[in-house]
Nanobody
Framework: QVQLVESGGGLVQAGGSLRLSCVAS????????MGWVRQAPGMEREFVAS????????YYADSVKGRFTISRDYAKNTVYLQMNSLKSEDTAVYYC?????????????????WGQGTQVTVSS
């Protein structure tokens, strides 16, 4: 059974940093795209970042470019999201997403696997 478990969320002041982790179990995802999606209160889910199976390509939403960095550890079957210079508008539940295709995570269509989410709250 595939499981994605996120951790690392919490409360942080504006300008601070957090590092999210998503550990995948149940199968190896070395050829899959891994990414992050977030949902703020009253808003739809939005794409944040993704990294391809080889790690050669990384994609970011314009709103987080230059502040967030996505990476992955193949040995640990884990994807990370380093979030720096956090703003109040980054407050959301952050979900790990895994799919065979970059387009699926970016468009949020029929993503293969989802985590349960971790709350990030940025106080101003």
């Amino acid at each position: 059974q595939v499981q994605l478990v996120e951790s690392g969320g919490g409360l942080v002041q504006a300008g601070g940093s957090l590092r999210l982790s998503c550990v995948a179990s149940g199968r190896t995802f070395s050829t899959y795209v891994m990414g992050w999606v977030r949902q703020a209160p009253g808003m739809e889910r939005e794409f944040v970042a993704s990294i391809t199976g080889t790690g050669a390509y990384r994609y970011y939403a314009d709103s987080v470019k230059g502040r967030f960095t996505i990476s992955r550890d193949y040995a640990k079957n884990t994807v990370y999201l380093q979030m720096n210079s956090l703003k109040s508008e980054d407050t959301a539940v952050y979900y790990c997403a895994v799919d065979r295709y970059v387009s699926a995570i970016q468009s949020l269509r029929a993503v293969d696997y989802w985590g349960q989410g971790t709350q990030v709250t940025v106080s101003s």
